[in-house]
C-alpha cells in the first residue's frame, strides 16, 4: 500500500520560513499531479498548492505568492516552502495527488505563533 510521508513542519515565528517535504513514491510522483493541503482545527481540508507532472504549478488565493511548490525529479520528492507565514497558516499539512486518491499520511504540523 502507497503510504505517503510528509515533513518539515514545526513551530515558527509570524513572518518564518518552512519548507515541507512530500515523498509520494515514485511512481506516484512520476504519474500524477500532486497537491499541498491543509486542515486547521475545526476546519475543511483545503487544497494550498499543487503541481502537474509537466512542472506546472497553482496556488490558492490565500497564499498570496508566499509559498512556493516545487517538484524534484532526482528524489521524486513535492517540497512546499512557505514564507511571510501568518498564524491563520497554522494547520496540519498533507500532501496527496491532485485530487486526492490515495489514504492520506499523517501529515506534518505547522504552529505559527510568536
Known amino acids: 500500500q502507497v503510504q505517503l510521508v510528509e515533513s518539515g513542519g514545526g513551530l515558527v515565528q509570524p513572518g518564518g520560513r518552512l519548507r515541507l517535504s512530500c515523498a509520494p513514491g515514485t511512481m506516484i510522483f512520476r504519474d500524477n499531479t500532486i497537491g499541498w493541503y491543509r486542515q486547521a482545527p475545526g476546519k475543511e481540508r483545503e487544497l494550498v498548492a499543487s503541481?502537474?507532472?509537466?512542472?506546472?504549478?497553482i496556488s490558492a488565493g490565500f497564499t498570496r505568492g508566499r509559498f512556493t511548490i516545487a517538484r524534484d525529479s532526482a528524489q521524486s520528492t513535492v517540497s512546499l516552502l512557505m514564507d511571510d507565514l501568518e498564524p491563520e497558516d497554522t494547520a496540519i499539512y498533507y500532501c496527496n495527488t491532485e485530487p486526492p486518491l490515495i489514504p492520506w499520511g499523517q501529515g506534518t504540523q505547522v504552529t505559527v505563533s510568536s
Open positions: 503541481i502537474t507532472t509537466f512542472g506546472l504549478a
